[in-house]
């Protein structure tokens, strides 16, 4: 079978109804009731109250950290005591920071999204020029 025989048989299989379907235009989209708006903004809204949640758990987690580590290495390396507290105390304290300002990052990039998907889901009504 050749190319055009197959192209033929194509052809006769897809009726014709004179409009052809433009590609990318689906069934039409249902408009948003109210009741669905506040529904799915409720959502999103929970949603991100629980993404915040866990962010906040970061600056923590990440001075527990480095916390065990250090402790464990100078217990390794027999540091006395009082300069073994003290080093873990800047250690606590600066990882703390760090975590912070990691979740600072995080919160800003989100931040940045969010407002990138309302810029995208925007549409501009030009008034008609006479």
Not at 40 to 61: D, N, S, T
Not at 107 to 124: L, S
Request: charged fraction near 35%; glycine fraction near 6%; hydrophobic fraction near 40%.
């Amino acid at each position: 079978m050749d190319w055009e025989e197959k192209n033929s048989e194509e052809a006769a299989e897809t009726p014709e109804t004179g409009e052809e379907l433009e590609e990318g235009l689906g069934p039409e989209e249902e408009i948003e009731t109210a009741a669905q708006r506040e529904a799915r903004e409720k959502r999103e809204e929970e949603e991100r109250q629980a993404k915040a949640r866990k962010r906040r758990l970061i600056p923590p987690f990440v001075m527990l950290l480095a916390g065990a580590v250090v402790s464990i290495t100078m217990r390794i390396l027999a540091y006395d005591l009082q300069t073994m507290l003290i080093v873990l105390l800047c250690v606590l304290l600066g990882f703390y920071f760090v975590g912070r300002i990691l979740q600072i990052m995080l919160d800003r990039f989100e931040q940045q999204i969010e407002e990138a998907h309302m810029e995208e889901g925007e549409v501009i009504e030009k008034e008609p020029e006479e």
